[in-house]
């Protein structure tokens, strides 16, 4: 299928939904994570910094590498892919569904339909679960420990909002997302390796109607042998590209 024929599908279709993953930031300077070489998760140990269990164990550990990532967040801008979905949305109904916890997709000027994966700059209390939101306090140089702040209801730990291995995705944004899965007429799945369940199920939501589900990953992913079609390219690359293709352009 060449690009022109997507463009046409993007062009023909009213609601579009699009799944994102760790790629579409990848341009923007964020690492993602199972990428063998900088990938996060093959320089430090996930079950070490994600979980509820780490963090009850060292919650000054994990707090300290939470603020690390929402510092390289706020150092990064949103990229030339993400500019393209906030534009796609100025002419077509887009619900935008993202595994990243970054706000980069916010920042570009899109409305996130949900966040499965929960946010890096939402937090509540570890205890009581009382929401957090207080001004988060990010020292110039984070050191490897750092007390994360204290519940101001009942004085536990505050957690960054994201969910964490083994936790239950956050119900209204998980069925948020099937619900647009179920009823657009195409899908984007841009920048994910299709791993992590079940965010990685939501394109056979489409698929399952008939509907196409267009891929854009420089490599294969868990998801490409099920896609309509897998276009081996970037996000800052290809959705500009297809964004103008859908508006007539080019
Ligand atoms: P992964 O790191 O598993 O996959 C990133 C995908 O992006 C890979 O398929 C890459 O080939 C692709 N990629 C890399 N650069 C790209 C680019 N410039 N443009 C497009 N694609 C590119 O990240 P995710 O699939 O998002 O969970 O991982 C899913 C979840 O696993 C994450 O949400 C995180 C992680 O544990 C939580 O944070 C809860």
Redesign the pocket.
Known sequence: MSLPDIGDLLAAAEHIAVLT????S??SGVP????VQD?L?AKYD?MTL?TEEAYAEAPDLVWAWYLRRAQMIRDVRPNA?HLALAELAEFKRVSVIT???DDLHERAGSTVLSHV?GGLFAYRCFDCAAPWDEELEVPETIPERVAPPKCADCGGWIRPG???FGEMLPPKAFQDAVDASSSCDLMLV???????QP?GSLPFAALERGKPVIE????E?QLTAYVTHSLRG???EVLPQLVKLARGEG
Do not use: Y
Not at 21 to 24: C, E
Not at 216 to 219: A, F, S, V
């Open positions: 993953g760790a790629g579409m990848a341009e993602t994570f199972r990428d990938g998760w996930p994600a892919g595994q990243n916890v994966h994201i969910v964490w841009v920048g994910t390796s299709g791993i992590v965010a854009i990953n420089p490599e992913s970037t996000a800052a």
